[in-house]
């Protein structure tokens, strides 16, 4: 059975930095397209960021562009979501989630979701 497990949200100051962490159990993930997603309350989910299966293909929301970096080590089936310059609008669940097809990661079709892990960036 195949696990994506989310850790490293908490709460900090606006400006400060967080690293999330997405770990797979289960069976290796190193030719999926993985990313993280948020959502607010009273939000929809929203893309932050995606990678693809190799590392050289990135997407970031543009409210995130500039602060947060995502980045994968295929030997450990990690990936990781470095989140700098926090604002209080950054606030949310953050969802890890994998799937074949980069292009469609994220759509409701997605193969793997984590639980969640939570950030609150107070003002």
């Known amino acids: 059975q195949v696990q994506l497990v989310e850790s490293g949200g908490g709460t900090v100051q606006a400006g400060g930095s967080l690293r999330l962490s997405c770990a797979v159990s289960g069976r290796t993930l190193r030719l999926y397209a993985m990313g993280w997603f948020r959502q607010a309350p009273g939000k929809e989910r929203e893309s932050v960021s995606v990678?693809?299966?190799?590392?050289?293909?990135?997407y970031y929301a543009n409210s995130v562009k500039g602060r947060f970096t995502i980045s994968r080590d295929n030997a450990k089936n990690t990936v990781y979501l470095q989140m700098n310059s926090l604002k209080p609008e950054d606030t949310a669940v953050y969802y890890c989630?994998?799937?074949?097809?980069?292009?469609?990661?994220?759509?409701?079709?997605?193969?793997?979701w984590g639980q969640g892990t939570q950030v609150i960036v107070s003002s």
């Open positions: 990678i693809n299966w190799s590392g050289r293909n990135t």
């Open positions: 989630a994998a799937d074949p097809e980069y292009s469609t990661l994220g759509s409701r079709n997605t193969t793997y």
